[in-house]
């Protein structure tokens, strides 16, 4: 959290990278090593903040298409639908095959242990539905919703998985789009920002977007909290009952509380600390130790909003 602003500096920095850490210094306008490395901490407390948004995104939006398609087209759903491409031109379909090959790539290496353990040797098993939908990235659930899986000719919903599925799998597409002729392109393009957006984020990229008038804190944590809004109207399209899950958990509240400039300045060491009298912090006081001494949150509830207290620096 708070770093201090008297310390050496220097031999850490020069263990990131000059150029991504020259891009913190230009977005966030940063004037010593204290304040740069303090943007670099922030923002991997940042990115912490944004992975259950984008992990629950991608697991709800799998699950959700994979739940239908099986209920209509049974266990192995995708050797069933029809798609006006050719499996080997098609993306979803290289995806299944790229899962499969994984699995046998992992199942390999471990036969290779097994025989060295003196196991007889086996055959590679046939995999499972559970364990092919296991081994899919994000970006197969993005092209199913491609056009080549729609019917053109509402006498042949009964083939295809959409539009048919549509309102099942995005059970508050309106919310997008009321249109459902529209809708879909509308969660294609939101769909593919927030997968190119989370694999920023899983490879500790800088969170922020880059553009022309992206050019100092405020701007840039703008395009962030714009994102966690894109997150929040996503799962909500999928199932507004998970979107209020979530929100009940506080994971929109923490992100938005984390990704703001108020919390940025805390360890930038340049927020203001919050003024006690010695009655407050007498109160305080053997909490606050209680709490560095466990390192754990002290816990209370107060007119049925819960609050914790843990040590930040």
């Known amino acids: 959290m708070p770093l201090p602003n008297d310390y050496n500096y220097t031999p850490v920095i020069a263990l990131i990278s000059s150029p991504r850490l020259a891009s913190y210094g230009a977005a966030f306008k940063t004037t010593s090593d204290d304040e740069l490395y303090g943007v670099y901490v922030w923002s991997q407390h940042a990115a912490s903040a944004l992975y259950p948004l984008l992990q629950n995104l991608e697991i ?3 699950n959700a298409v994979d739940q239908i398609a099986k209920e209509r087209f049974g266990e ?3 050797e069933h639908i029809r ?3 050719q499996p080997e031109d098609n993306n979803f379909y290289q995806n299944i095959k790229k899962a499969k090959l994984s699995l046998t790539k992992n199942w390999n290496k471990l036969e290779k242990r097994r025989r060295k353990g003196g196991i007889k040797a086996q055959q590679v098993p046939e995999w499972s539905h559970d364990q092919i939908i296991a081994a899919t990235d994000f970006s197969t659930w993005h092209f199913i919703l491609n056009n080549c899986f729609s019917a ?3 006498a042949d919903n ?4 959409w539009p048919k599925s549509l309102s099942k799998v995005f059970r508050n597409y309106a919310s997008i789009n009321r249109d459902q002729k529209k809708v879909r392109k509308d969660l294609t393009d939101l ?3 927030m997968r190119e957006y989370r694999n920023r984020v899983f490879h500790h990229e800088p969170i922020w977007a880059k553009a022309p008038d992206v050019n100092d804190a405020v701007s840039s944590i703008g395009t962030i909290i714009i994102k966690i809004e894109k997150l929040e109207k996503l799962i909500g399209a999928i199932e507004p009952r998970l979107l209020k899950t979530m929100q009940m958990a506080g994971f929109f509240k923490h992100a938005r509380r ?3 400039i108020k919390e940025l300045n805390i360890y930038k060491n340049r927020e ?3 003024e006690l009298t010695s009655e407050q912090k007498n109160t305080l006081y053997p909490h606050c130790m209680a709490s560095m001494e466990r390192n754990e949150t002290m816990f209370w509830q107060q007119d049925n909003l819960k609050f914790g207290l843990h040590l930040i620096s």
């Open 76 to 78: 192995f759903w995708w």
């Open 158 to 161: 009964v083939h295809y998985l």
């Open 272 to 274: 203001l600390v919050c």
């Open 152 to 154: 053109y000719h509402p």
């Open 258 to 260: 984390v990704c703001s």
């Open 60 to 62: 709800s939006l799998r």
């Open 191 to 193: 769909l593919f920002e």
């Open 83 to 85: 798609c006006t491409e």
